[in-house]
């Protein structure tokens, strides 16, 4: 996938970068509807991963950001994380993938705060008709699992529909549920009830990686997303990560993405770091774009 303009990005040596697709960033404050204030929870999350000005930026600088560190395609997520705007949120990411197709995929949501599970079933049903090609689901934020009963309707319609389903797995910092709602174990029993969905567990699910690499072992068509996390730490003896490092370099090649969840994680500084671990060429050409290309384009993966 290329840039508007047909052209491949150009890294900041000045040469012709291979394609990169970020499978996971935000969409810019400076074009999300007005909602009501979200309380701590983003003060939370500046405090932790010292986002700065980032949650400020607009699409010009999201554009600006990939073009310099050459990704040529992400897929803008409309995630939230408090109140109910995702109605608002699925139109404004299906008007700026219309706006550049090229750079663009689109993931929509549902409400979760309160979940009622029919209009849930028409916002899945709305995504697809805005062209959207997944559904990004935070349970935990509101105080669902992600195995809740209640969520099975969406993800039934999103599979139905050909849509993947992008769950929040791991650590988060809103401090106001428990975090063992999105324990990998809990994603192993919506992989055995829905053997045909594809789904991706989002931020690598730490502190549970052992977890997450048995659950992906058994369900090849689940896949590993590392936004907001610093690649770096994945390479470092005792910091938990270390059976993912051993896996994804070979058995989960085909189960892991590229992703920074910008702006909480540049680009640049994700892919050097990436390129940094001493994984093998194929795996960083399947993490970085292979795989990726293949869930944009509605392939399964090959099962092992």
Known sequence: MTPDNGKEPMNPSGTTSSPVIDFRVRVPSAV??????????????????????????????????????????????????????????????????????????????????????????????????????????????????????????????????????ALHTGVNYSRRHPIDAERPERLDKVACDFPEATLIACHGSWPWIPEIVAVARR???????????????????????????????????????????????PFQRALDQWRELGLRPETLEALMHGNAGRLLEGRKAVPV
């Open 32 to 165: 999300r509807p007005p909602i009501a204030d979200g309380g701590d929870v983003y003060t939370q999350y500046e405090a932790v991963l010292d986002i700065g000005n980032g949650w400020h930026k607009g699409m010009d600088e999201l554009l600006a950001e990939m073009d310099a560190a050459g990704v040529s395609h992400a897929v803008l997520h409309a995630e939230f994380e408090h109140g109910d705007y995702a109605d608002a949120l699925n139109e404004e990411v299906a008007e700026q993938v219309a706006r550049h197709p090229g750079r663009f995929s689109g993931y929509g949501t549902v409400t979760l705060e309160p979940l009622r599970v029919m209009p849930a079933v028409r916002q899945v049903e709305r995504a697809a008709a805005l062209g959207l090609r997944g559904i990004n689901v935070q349970p935990s934020f509101f105080g669902h699992a992600i195995d809740d009963r209640q969520l099975y309707p969406v993800y039934a319609k999103a599979t139905e529909l050909g849509l993947a389903v």
């Open 219 to 265: 369900h090849p068509n689940l896949l590993i997303d590392f936004g907001g996390l610093a690649p770096k730490y994945i390479g470092v003896p005792g910091s938990g990560w270390d059976v993912m490092f051993r896996f994804m370099d070979r058995l989960l090649r085909d189960q892991i993405l590229f992703a920074t969840d910008w702006p909480v994680f």
